[in-house]
């Protein structure tokens, strides 16, 4: 009996497991319209995270002040969306057309993707978290540990913008 259980949980584990690991695969795009709808839905996320960063940019500049208010606002909003960019390339959108500046490695390394994206929310829970503390010099480090988070990603899976 004790042997027919540890089957049977282990038959379980294996059924349960397969089913996380299928939910989070990436899968072709049926059609142009969906494909077309999914690099939509990731150019917004970035569009969002591209106008939060605009103002701080700045601000990683010697002498240049730094509005902890804006950055622990915007740092926190890039967080949340920086979280949503794993599931928004779960559609491979490769073979279809459409303005993407996503490369093929993110669609065959989800794991060093997501790695990525979760740097990238780390970092800028880090800058919100120093500018509500009120740390100017703290946040002018973290904001520049937020561009580097960013850089980290774009090197190895963001292309050459196309016109």
């Known amino acids: 009996m004790n042997r027919l259980t540890r089957i049977c949980t282990l038959a379980a584990l294996a059924t349960v497991s397969s089913l996380a690991v299928s939910q989070d695969a990436v899968k072709k795009a049926a059609s142009q319209a969906e494909a077309t709808q999914a690099i939509e839905a990731r150019q917004a996320i970035f569009s969002q995270i591209n106008d939060l960063n605009k103002p701080m940019g700045p601000m990683v500049r010697p002498n240049t002040p730094v509005d902890t208010a804006v950055v622990a606002t915007n740092a926190a909003k890039i967080a949340e969306l920086a979280a949503k960019i794993p599931a928004a390339y779960l559609v491979d959108t490769r073979g279809f057309t459409g303005k993407t500046r996503a490369l093929d490695g993110i669609f065959s390394s989800q794991a060093d993707f997501k790695a990525k994206a979760d740097g990238l929310v780390t970092a800028a829970n880090a800058a919100a978290t120093a500018a509500k503390a009120g740390d100017e010099a703290a946040t002018k480090t973290a904001l520049q540990n937020m561009g580097r988070a ?12 196309q016109q």
Not at 150 to 161: E, F, K, L, N, S
């Open 150 to 161: 960013c850089g980290a990603c774009h090197d190895p899976y963001r292309g050459p913008a």
